[in-house]
């Protein structure tokens, strides 16, 4: 079955350490996109990318980064950079041409320790 | 820049019940989608209905409807017959129509209602 995985479900990270998020899809999608989740604040756009090779920021990039040198992945790095970077994060993915709203991820929850 | 408003943080209905959830959302342009998503506990976003902006009859999915003004830019859910699957967290969001251009895939969300189902 098509979709997209996240992994891993659950991630902690020490001060000061880079993380990296995995997002991959076999759905043929061109578009991917990486949100974070905090309560009270819905879905806030961090990434996105709308074909190999390129991205852009989304409202709130600063202390992340991206990559996408395959069309089924979209991996989000959050750098040390990040000074609150506990939450919820989830993947989605689109075709660019398409009507339709987005498929996501299962998301990975972050948390600083 | 468009936004999308959820006034009610929380809600509640009674199993069998009707509810609904409001949204609101500024936009200066015409051709757009808008969509609900429910968030259960299990965090999975799940798509529960959309809206072309150029469609005047409201879409409907089995229990669940939308009431959408274009002039009054609210799309509200309605969910008929409430059930206890239904507790979720549910999220209203706009998404602009390609014939705009640029990146017109982001979905803009709204802050989310968390509505709890009484058996």
């Known amino acids: 079955d098509g979709g997209i995985t996240q992994s891993p479900k659950y991630l902690f990270r020490k001060e000061g350490q880079n993380v990296t998020l995995s997002c991959e899809q076999n759905l043929n999608h061109d578009a991917m996109y990486w949100y974070r989740q905090d309560p009270g604040q819905g879905l806030r756009l961090i990434y996105y990318?709308?074909?190999?090779?390129?991205?852009q920021k989304g409202d709130i990039a600063e202390g992340y980064s991206v990559s996408r040198e395959k069309k089924e992945s979209f991996p989000l790095t959050v750098t040390s950079a990040q000074k609150n970077p506990t939450a919820f994060y989830l993947c989605?993915?689109?075709?660019?041409?398409?009507?339709?709203?987005?498929?996501f991820g299962s998301g990975t929850r972050l948390t600083v320790v | 820049a468009q936004t999308v408003t959820q006034s009610q943080p929380e809600m509640s209905v009674q199993e069998a019940e009707t509810v609904t959830l409001s949204c609101t959302y500024d936009?200066?342009?015409?051709?757009?989608?808008l969509f609900w998503y429910k968030q259960p506990p299990s965090r999975q976003m799940i798509l529960v209905i959309r809206?072309?902006?150029?469609?005047?009859q409201n879409a409907t999915e089995n229990r669940f409807s939308v009431n959408f003004q274009k002039a009054a830019k609210s799309f509200s859910l309605k969910i008929s017959d409430s059930q206890l699957g239904d507790a979720a967290m549910y999220f209203c969001?706009?998404?602009?129509?390609?014939?705009?251009?640029?990146?017109?895939?982001?979905?803009?969300f709204g802050t989310g209602t968390l509505l709890a189902v009484q058996p």
């Open positions: 990318s709308q074909i190999v090779n390129d991205f």
């Open positions: 809206q072309e902006a150029y469609k005047q």
């Open positions: 989605a993915s689109t075709p660019v041409e398409g009507l339709y709203g987005y498929t």
């Open positions: 969001a706009y998404r602009r129509d390609p014939s705009y251009g640029g990146a017109t895939n982001k979905l803009i």
């Open positions: 936009t200066s342009e015409s051709d757009y989608y």
